[in-house]
C-alpha cells in the first residue's frame, strides 16, 4: 500500500524548532517531487515548501523563508523540514504530498497525487 506518514509536530515555544519528516512505505521518495502544506482552522492548504525530483531544487513560500529547510536523506528515505524560528502564525496541521513532476511547486495542490495524514505544530507560549 502506497503510503506518506508525517510525524515529528507538537508544542514547541515560539522561537522554537521543530523537525518534520514525511516517511514512505511503498515510495522511494527520491523518485518524486516532494512538498510541505499546511493548514491553519478556517484557512484554506498552503504550500510552503518542496523539494525536486530533478537536480534537488527546493522552493519556499515567502513566510517561511530563511526560517525553514526542507532536506532528503535517501538512505532512510525521508524528506524533513526544518523549522526555526517559529511563530504563533506557523501553528496548522502540516502535510507531506508527492509528485511526479520533475520538478516541484507550492503554488497549487493540483499534481499532488498521495497525502500523508498530517502532524500538528502549535507554537504558543
Known amino acids: 500500500q502506497l503510503q506518506l506518514v508525517e510525524s515529528g509536530g507538537g508544542l514547541v515555544q515560539p522561537g522554537g524548532s521543530l523537525r518534520l519528516s514525511c516517511a514512505s512505505s511503498?515510495?522511494?521518495?527520491?523518485?518524486?517531487?516532494i512538498a510541505w502544506f499546511r493548514q491553519a482552522p478556517g484557512k484554506e492548504r498552503e504550500g510552503i515548501s518542496c523539494?525536486?525530483?530533478?537536480?534537488?531544487?527546493?522552493n519556499y513560500a515567502d513566510s517561511v523563508k530563511g526560517r525553514f529547510s526542507i532536506s532528503r536523506d535517501n538512505a532512510k528515505n525521508v524528506v524533513y523540514l526544518q523549522m526555526n524560528s517559529l511563530k504563533p502564525e506557523d501553528t496548522a496541521v502540516y502535510y507531506c504530498a508527492d509528485s511526479p513532476a520533475s520538478f516541484c511547486t507550492i503554488t497549487r495542490v493540483f499534481g499532488y497525487d498521495y497525502w500523508g495524514k498530517g502532524t500538528q505544530v502549535t507554537v504558543s507560549s
Open positions: 511503498g515510495f522511494t521518495l527520491a523518485s518524486y517531487s
Open positions: 523539494i525536486s525530483r530533478s537536480y534537488g531544487a527546493t
